[in-house]
């Protein structure tokens, strides 16, 4: 029915009951390492994944083709007040197959603070050095050389010279030889170009025997006197969701690994036992506010921010970890193709058509925060999630702060003028009126409209079935045989971009899986 | 009076009135009273002409080129678009879509505003950009939420349109790091 080495789509197998060691709930960053790993070191692995495989043919470049196929609800996923758009990825390879490939550890402090607030002794940068290092080699991770940064990313290394602002160029997981810099990362690559998790761990894990089951959407796990023992999957269309069939799994252990909303809402979908009612709580997302700079004077070089690498550089002048500190906004450049883009250009009609029009003449930043606020996550119908989530009156001065610094950085690389999607727009020529417009009181909820793409931490690791749902391995505290390998498993927000510490952390959970086998 | 014109009005009392009244029923809720006002069917699963109808007209009040340069929503299918995009969203989300569409249609009926009071449909472009105004603006966020998802969805029928993109600057056929299976076809 399914052959070692195999990629099947579910719909091919209505009726069947599968067996297997280990079964793999998700195919993103966290849940292709354990898949990876667990296949080369001889086990028997099975992977489910609702969304599909891609090839780099099938990347169409058209936003209204691709958001359906790559991201979760077709990109329309939000909070249920709608306040904050969440966009995450499904197919093979999960969010890793839109992502800007930037790659970065885990901070220092943030480790501080999970061991000492957490209970989490062993996670110092020591020892992670060499998960981390190996996630680095594995996945190609490089400096940004100086020839691949767009003009957009320009703008941002000219603002951090001229105020002389913490950041600088990052690292990417890209290919230098495949990677032809078309700009659309964030639609999946034409080219083959990202060191991702589709083209470098899967393929991998499929040559030394694991197997994968694709449109495959886990919708309950079984479980047996507090053990897993197995699964009931529905054969979905990838794209729409709609059910095909059905498929029962069983298995000795599970690793969830279908995201910081899918892992708890299957769990709770489940009903696993969950007494002091953690699953699905402590829920961060680093939502971000847009801010744009127009470069429209008659001298001014064209932006065309939809060409080149999206994202280079970065501006940690007011991105701090401590908790009491109102600077924690992490500033890289924003981009998007011009359906995404026209969601962030404030108004409708002639004055939104006019900026719409200066296009390739807006550069733009994201302001992302290094979130305290913590919402929650329970399961929907289908594949929507609940999502509940409120940002705090101190979240909204940092992003405040953050704010600013992006208009600030916009006004010394040289922008004629800020703007702001503000319900009433900001736009503003110098930083008197910048700092005018903004305070913490005249921001809300759609005020400015946030996006986040970085949900984590609503399974997170600990010491205590009372302080978390799962210990420093990713192993679940009350269910036998449950493990997590994504952003669940982080206990805090980690204020940067998760897919290193992901992967390296699923390193983590497949070794601790293997030493108990 | 019946209980739909009760309602309608109770909604367009006091501001914390609505602003409870609308967290009490949902999204939904409001839809159905929404048909019912318009005297129109509601699905959830799929969306009738006459809210293409709405889709269409808040188009073309969104995108709106006074120098002519851009073509106009319905010169371009972008509500054509719209429809294709939706009919591959999960089934939640299409029933969110046609409830939006509900609402918006019939508030406008409804709802104090400087508009006249017709269905959003009905209205004339100026009032139609009132009426937009006030729900892009409005202090309420279940009206701002409103106008930002049609906005969002709009975005994506009128700006993937390939027509729509020489005047902004925007090509993929010109992209050199675009491969040819790329360029080939595509919505024109």
Known sequence: MTEPGSMTRASDLDEVQLETDVLVVGLGAGGSMVFHELARAGVDVLACELGGEYEPEAMTCREDEMLPRLFMEGGARATRDFSVRILQGKGVGGSTIHNTNLCKRLPDEILRQWRDEHGLDGLTPEALEEDFAYVEQLMGVKRIPDERVNAQNAVLERGLDALNYAGGRMSHNRSHTDCKESGFCELGCPNNGKQNAAKVLVPAGLEAGGRVITGAQVTQLKERNSEVVGAHVAAVDPVDGRVQGHIGIRCERVVLAASATGSPSLYKASSLPDPNRLVGTNLHMHPAAVVMGAFDRDDDAPINGWLGNPQSVECTEVLEYEHDSDKRAWIVTGFAHPAGASTFVPGFGAEHTALMKKYGRLASLIVMLHDHSAGRVSPADGQAVNIDYKLSGEDYRALEVGIKAAGRLMLAAGAREVIAPLVQPVRATNEAQLDAAFTADNLGPLDPPLAAVHPMSTMWMGTTPENSVVDADGRHHLVRNLWVADGSLFPTSIGGPPQIPIYTFGRRVARAMLATM | ?188
Not at chain 2, 94 to 105: D, P, R
């Open chain 2, 1 to 188: 009076m019946g209980p739909v014109d009760t309602l309608w009005r109770w909604l367009a009392g006091s501001r914390d009135a609505v602003a409870r009244r609308a967290e009490e029923l949902g999204l939904a809720g409001a839809a159905r009273v929404a048909a019912r006002t318009l005297g129109e069917e509601l699905s959830d699963d799929e969306l009738h002409d006459w809210q293409l109808e709405t889709l269409s007209a808040f188009l073309d009040r969104l995108v709106h080129d006074p120098d002519g340069e851009l073509p106009t929503a319905s010169e371009v299918g972008a509500a054509e678009t719209c429809a294709t995009f939706i009919s591959r969203l999960p089934a939640a989300r299409i029933a969110q879509i046609s409830h939006v569409l509900a609402v918006f249609e019939a508030g406008a009926v409804v709802l104090p505003g400087a508009h006249a009071r017709k269905r959003f449909t009905r209205l004339d472009p100026p009032d139609q950009d009132a009426y937009l105004s006030g729900w892009a603006t409005s202090d309420l966020p279940q009206r701002r939420t409103i106008f930002a998802a049609l906005k969002s969805i709009g975005g994506i029928g009128y700006w993937s349109r390939d027509a729509t993109w020489a005047p902004i600057g925007y090509s993929i056929e010109d992209n050199p790091g675009v491969p040819d299976h790329a360029k080939s076809g595509g919505s024109s």
